[in-house]
């Protein structure tokens, strides 16, 4: 007889608190995993949850692109799955609502996704990067960090209709995109991978993922450098021309706009900090 499956209650993982505050309707943590790939069960949560892998590599059988970069995803309560690190080692960030609280998300908004979802948009990064640089400060406001939660939480509160399913040339252009990211890109380049007319193109881009072909591109450079300060110990600027940015300042300006942090914070938050403590972002902000 199958051994019953493992039914987490609010805010229990597979992992070992660093830091957890509770706060009114939300649960946060940065755990460290405590199981190796192969020791992970299906299981499931009695509560919402976000889970953002800040170091290790992560498998999720989400719903959603696959891309570099830290991986977000959404459970809803009770859905069955065995998302895991590989390697030893991981890190994550967990936001967590209770059940019930979560359905009254859902009644005053449009709605709630019903599927596990992986998150790759920018908002929703921004926020939970955000989230886990001020739970790790361990000083953060309460406001500050339940109104991070819920912009974060507002992410699966909207999900498309069946009936929105987007277009198939629309995955031809982004796989275009993730595999020449570093090299110049024309929107008519785009338009004839994906078959599509220009004007076509960038509508549909607007419509289906929020932003134009160039914000694509300058997203896919991100998720690349994302994921380079999270794998290797590279010098920052290094790091930046091998993800198609001109210099360390650039990267470091489109970064900030992108996730909210620097890109050595952001290291740090993944764990680097033995190697980049001593590394000087690059002071110049968003312009």
């Not at 939300?26 to 953002?52: G, Q």
């Not at 549909?204 to 929020?210: I, K, L, P």
């Not at 680097?272 to 968003?286: E, K, L, N, T, W």
């Amino acid at each position: 007889m199958a051994a019953p499956r493992t039914a987490f209650s609010q805010g229990r993982f597979y992992g070992a608190p660093t830091v957890e505050r509770r706060l009114s309707g939300v649960r946060l943590a940065h755990l460290e995993a405590t199981k190796r790939a192969d020791h992970v069960d299906e299981h499931s949560h009695d509560d919402a949850h976000f889970v953002l892998a800040t170091h290790g590599r992560y498998i999720t059988t989400a719903v959603g692109p696959e891309t570099e970069g830290p991986v977000l995803v959404y459970n809803p309560p009770g859905v069955v799955h065995r998302d895991r690190f590989v390697d030893g080692g991981g890190y994550f960030l967990a936001v967590s609502f209770e059940a019930a609280d979560w359905r009254a998300l859902a009644d005053a908004g449009r709605g709630v996704a019903i599927d596990a979802l992986r998150l790759t948009g920018p908002v929703a990064r921004s926020a939970a990067v955000r989230l886990t640089r001020s739970l790790l400060a361990r000083d953060a406001e309460p406001l500050s960090l339940e109104s991070l939660s819920l912009e974060l939480a507002a992410q699966a509160l909207t999900p498309a209709r069946d009936s929105e399913k987007r277009p198939t040339w629309l995955d031809l252009a982004e796989t275009y995109l993730a595999d020449t990211f570093d090299q110049p890109i024309g929107v008519a380049d785009l338009a004839r991978v994906a078959g599509v007319h220009p004007v076509h193109l960038a509508r549909g881009y607007r419509r289906w993922m929020g932003a134009a072909p160039g914000d694509r591109l300058r997203a896919r450079r991100l998720e690349r450098a994302a994921d380079l300060l999270m794998r290797s110990r590279d010098p920052i600027g290094e790091i930046a021309l091998a993800s198609g940015f001109c210099d360390q300042s650039h990267l470091n300006r489109q970064f900030i706009r992108a996730y909210g942090v620097t890109p050595g914070e952001f290291a740090r938050l993944c764990g680097r900090r033995s190697d980049v403590s001593g590394v000087q972002d690059d002071g110049a902000g968003p312009a």
